[in-house]
C-alpha cells in the first residue's frame, strides 16, 4: 500500500472514465453503444437476479472498457508501458497480426492489471499494436526509411507525461494535484489530432496497409476504439441493428450455445467518417474525411486452461462439456472453488488473434498489399519484452495464479 492521495488502482479507474469521456465526445455513436450495453446488462440482471453477476459484479461489468491504439516504434510502445504502469496495467500476451488473413503488418500486446483483486476493482485493459516497419513484405527499404524518419521525429508524450508515470510507479500513486495533471496530459494523448495528415504519404501507406497509415501517416496516436463489456451480446446486436446502426456482418468467437461461456465474444459497428484535414501535395489544406475509428462491444465467459484452448481451437465450442463442473473436471476452464466450496469461474481477461483479426479486417478499406516472397522480420514474445523493457506476462500463467 502506497500513501499516496490517489494509489494506481483510482489512476486506473480515472483514465478509464477520461478516456470514456473523449471517446463518448468524439464518437457520438460510441455513447449510444454504452448506452444500449447498460440497457442490456440491467435487462439481464432483471431477468437472472444474482446469477448474472457469476462472470463479475455488475459494478465491475458496467465500469469495463477495453481500448485499442497502435504505436510506430519500440521506444513507443516502451513509453506506453510506463504509462499504463502508472494505472497498474501490465503487458499480458504476445500477438502477430502478421499471421492474419488478410496480414496486418503489426505485433501486439495487452496492457491490463494482472491480479484478481485488482481485475474485481476494475479490469481496464488496452491492446496495443506496434508497426513493423522493417518487414519487407509490406515495405519496401525506401518506405521503410521514410517510415523510421516520420516515426522518429514525431513525440507522442510529453516528458512531463512520462515523469509523473514514472513517480506513480515507483510512489504507487500520485498526490491529487499531480494524479488530475497526469490524467489531463495521458488523455489529451489519446484524442485525435488536428494536425493536417499529408495527402501523398498517407495514401501511400494506405495502399499497403490501412492499419500502416493509420499508425505512420499520421502525427500522433489516438484511441481506436473502446469497448464496453455486455451480459448478452446477440441482444445488443439486435437492439443496435433495429437503432439503424450498421454492424459488421457478424459475432466474432465462440457462436452463441447454451453451454456455458467461454473465453470471449465481440462485434462492432462499422468504422464512421470523421472530418480530418489534409495537406495536399501543391500545400493547399483542405477539409476531408477518414474511416478509421469503430464501435466495438464484447462479452466473456470463463478463461480455458492450455487443454481447453486447443480444444476450442482444434473442434469449436460444441466439443466442449453441457456443464461448468464438467469443464472444470476435464481441466478445460479454469475455476477456483470459494469459501463454500462452490466453483467459481475466473473470467477471461485476453484477447483472441482471430477475433483480433476479424475485428482489424472488418474495418479495413482494402486488403493492402503483401508481397509473401520478400523476408519477414523476426519478432516475438521475447523481443516485445526487451522493447518493453518490463516482463511480459503469459497469460496462462496468470490465470494458473489467481485459482
Ligand atoms: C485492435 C484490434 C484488436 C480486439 O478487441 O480484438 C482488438 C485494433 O484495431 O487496433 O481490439
Ligand atoms: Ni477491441
Redesign the pocket.
Known amino acids: 500500500m502506497s500513501g499516496a492521495a490517489v494509489g494506481t488502482t483510482e489512476l486506473r479507474a480515472r483514465f478509464a472514465r477520461s478516456l470514456s469521456a473523449l471517446y463518448g465526445s468524439e464518437v457520438p455513436a460510441y455513447t449510444t453503444l454504452v448506452e444500449v450495453s447498460e440497457a442490456v446488462n440491467a435487462d439481464v440482471l432483471a431477468a437472472m437476479g444474482p446469477e448474472a453477476e457469476r462472470l463479475g459484479s455488475v459494478a465491475r461489468v458496467t465500469a469495463e472498457r477495453?481500448g485499442?491504439?497502435?504505436v510506430g516504434t519500440p521506444e513507443e510502445i516502451a513509453q506506453v508501458g510506463r504509462i499504463f504502469g502508472a494505472c497498474g496495467m501490465f503487458p499480458v500476451g504476445f500477438y502477430d497480426l502478421r499471421e492474419a488473413t488478410p496480414p496486418i503488418p503489426v505485433v501486439?500486446t495487452a496492457f491490463r492489471p494482472i491480479e484478481g483483486a485488482e481485475l474485481a476493482a476494475n479490469p481496464f485493459r488496452v491492446?496495443t499494436?506496434m508497426l513493423v516497419v522493417d518487414d519487407r513484405r509490406f515495405f519496401d527499404a525506401r518506405t521503410q526509411s521514410q517510415l523510421e524518419e516520420f516515426l522518429g521525429s514525431r513525440r507522442l508524450f510529453p516528458d512531463e507525461l512520462l515523469d509523473l508515470a514514472d513517480l506513480a510507479e515507483k510512489a504507487g500513486g500520485l498526490s491529487s494535484y499531480d494524479a488530475e495533471r497526469f490524467l489531463e496530459l495521458a488523455t489529451a494523448s489519446f484524442a485525435l489530432s488536428p494536425e493536417p495528415v499529408d495527402r501523398a504519404w498517407y495514401d501511400h501507406l494506405e495502399s499497403i496497409s490501412s492499419?500502416a497509415a493509420d499508425i505512420g501517416g499520421v502525427a500522433s496516436t489516438h484511441i481506436?476504439?473502446l469497448?464496453p463489456r455486455v451480459l448478452d451480446i446477440d441482444d445488443l446486436y439486435r437492439r443496435m441493428t433495429a437503432l439503424g446502426i450498421e454492424m459488421i456482418d457478424r459475432i466474432q468467437g465462440p457462436p452463441r450455445t447454451s453451454r456455458p461461456a467461454v473465453l470471449l465474444r465481440?462485434t462492432s459497428f462499422r468504422a464512421l467518417a470523421e472530418p480530418r484535414t489534409f495537406r495536399e501535395p501543391d500545400g493547399t489544406i483542405v477539409r476531408g474525411e477518414l474511416s478509421v475509428r469503430f464501435g466495438?462491444v464484447?462479452a466473456r465467459g470463463v478463461a480455458l486452461t492450455p487443454a481447453g484452448r486447443s480444444l476450442y481451437d482444434a473442434r469449436g465450442i460444441d466439443a466442449f462439456p453441457d456443464t461448468e463442473q464438467g469443464l472444470h473436471d476435464a481441466g478445460l476452464a479454469h475455476y477456483r472453488r470459494d469459501d463454500a466450496g462452490l466453483l467459481q469461474p475466473i473470467v477471461y481477461e485476453d484477447?483472441?488473434p482471430t477475433?483480433?483479426a476479424g475485428?482489424?479486417a472488418s474495418n479495413l478499406t482494402s486488403d493492402g498489399s503483401v508481397d509473401a516472397a520478400q523476408r519477414a522480420a523476426a519478432r516475438d514474445a521475447t523481443w516485445l519484452q526487451a522493447a518493453l523493457g518490463r516482463t511480459l506476462h503469459d497469460p496462462y500463467a496468470l490465470y494458473a495464479a489467481q485459482v
Open positions: 477495453h485499442a491504439i497502435r501486439s491492446f499494436s492499419v481506436n476504439h469497448t465481440q466495438e464484447e484477447f483472441l477475433s483480433a475485428i482489424f
